[in-house]
């Protein structure tokens, strides 16, 4: 008998190309993100090195959790991902864009009630703060961009429908907006759009115009069109002339080590510029999905954000087929983020 997960791939194979590159860079960026997760938050490479090597070069899925912050069984997914997948949701239930549904969505997935436990990390990070951690929580991790957007909503500072923090650098902004990308692609007013549903999460300039800018970029490999980060390069170069320069950095650096390129030259933190250049990089020197998801593995640090866009790149590029079968497997939500990712394409 046909399994239910072997039906979503078939469906996807059925619908236009551009529909399933639509589906592919959603469960890539979901793929991806789980493929990182057991390794998310590794700073020191001489641990993520010694963690992994019994198998130095398939480091995705790592059977045992080494994140020194929170513990998930392997194949469920961090905090970027399931950012997104409530802003999934609210498409699929609403059929388009609806902002307030999407706050609401962000509340019920992963505000009180969720399986986000605000009181272990709370507790963790008041231990850290004395150096006594002893180890990670068990369970998810709340990003401290969601943390201050449901301060920000419920105390509703300044502009009603601006939550973001002004000091939050890190990528959940294009993490919340890609589903919006990938429903609304070709529109008019997609940057309108993606610009209300990043400021939930940040107004520090660089992170949201980085947000844009990895917009814009999804949108032109879901357009197929060829060398996209050298025409989004171009493109940008009026609107966005310091993010087209650090894109020319890129390009010059395609001889270097990933590794050495995150660690020394992008960074390996979750924020902006950082992130977004260190994923940009992987895709620019890798010929898979799955070379470039390793690469930046290795490379530690915050590995999941890198991975939810270099999925979503690299989703959109080859395909549900381009994305490692016994990957999608290995990914807890696959079946359920299949299925929302079918029906808001539709």
Known sequence: MKSRLSSLIEQTLSLSDL?????????????GDAAARPLHWVYDLGDLNKAIKSNPEEPEFWPESKSPFYTL???????YFDEAFAV???????????????CDEFEKQLGPNSPYDMQKREEYMELRRYGKVEG?????WLHGSMIKFFENRKTMKGNRDVFGDPYVKETDGFCCSLPVVVRHAGEGDLAEKV???TTTQSTWPV????????SKIIEVFLDNTPDPISHVREMIQGE????????????????????????????R???NPGSFLGAVHAVETSDSFAEAVRKTIKAGGCNCSRSFFIGAMLGAKYGIQGIPREWIEKTTQAERILETAIEIVK
């Not at 992170?207 to 990895?214: D, I, M, N, Y």
């Open 136 to 140: 990670p929580i068990v369970g998810k």
């Open 240 to 267: 966005f002339p310091e993010i087209a320069m650090e894109l020319e950095t890129v390009q010059n650096m395609k001889s270097a080590n990933h590794t050495e390129a995150v660690g020394y030259v992008f960074g």
């Open 88 to 102: 999934m949701t609210s498409i699929k239930n609403k059929g388009s864009f609806d902002f307030k549904d999407m």
């Open 269 to 271: 933190p979750c924020y």
């Open 195 to 197: 610009l209300k549903v």
């Open 19 to 31: 529909k399933q590159r639509k589906v592919a860079c959603l469960l890539g960026a979901a793929v």
């Open 73 to 79: 069984p392997t194949g469920e997914n961090s905090c």
């Open 207 to 214: 992170a949201v115009k980085h947000a844009l800018v990895a």
